[in-house]
Nanobody
Framework: QVQLVESGGGLVQAGGSLRLSCAASGSVGNIYAMGWYRQAPGKQRELVAEITGYGTLNYADSVKGRFAVSRDNAKSTLYLQMNSLKPEDTAVYYC?????????????WGQGTQVTVSA
């Protein structure tokens, strides 16, 4: 099992920055991919950024050039640096991890952290 805890959300003015953190615990050695998703009120959860099992970084078009995802394996922590924030970035941000259990792949989610960007 893998447990995820997000932190770093808050209220920021448009143009500002925030850094989200996602601390993983449990079977962290079995994690092979991690990512950030977000869900705004009335909308579906969407991928924001991810680090795949091959180390590839993928970003939603809406955040390219503004957000950066990184992972510190020594600390078992995933980060999301968010710059030039816009009101449309307002959402609950969730951390996600894919990990192996024997030959199966499992999926774990954090509880989410609120990001609110004021105009």
């Amino acid at each position: 099992q893998v447990q995820l805890v997000e932190s770093g959300g808050g209220l920021v003015q448009a143009g500002g920055s925030l850094r989200l953190s996602c601390a993983a615990s449990g079977s962290v050695g079995n994690i092979y991919a991690m990512g950030w998703y977000r869900q705004a009120p009335g909308k579906q959860r969407e991928l924001v950024a991810e680090i795949t099992g091959y180390g590839t970084l993928n970003y939603a078009d809406s955040v390219k050039g503004r957000f950066a995802v990184s992972r510190d394996n020594a600390k078992s922590t995933l980060y999301l640096q968010m710059n030039s924030l816009k009101p449309e970035d307002t959402a609950v941000y969730y951390c996600n991890a894919h990990y192996r259990v024997t030959t199966e792949s499992e999926n774990s989610w954090g509880q989410g952290t609120q990001v609110t960007v004021s105009a």
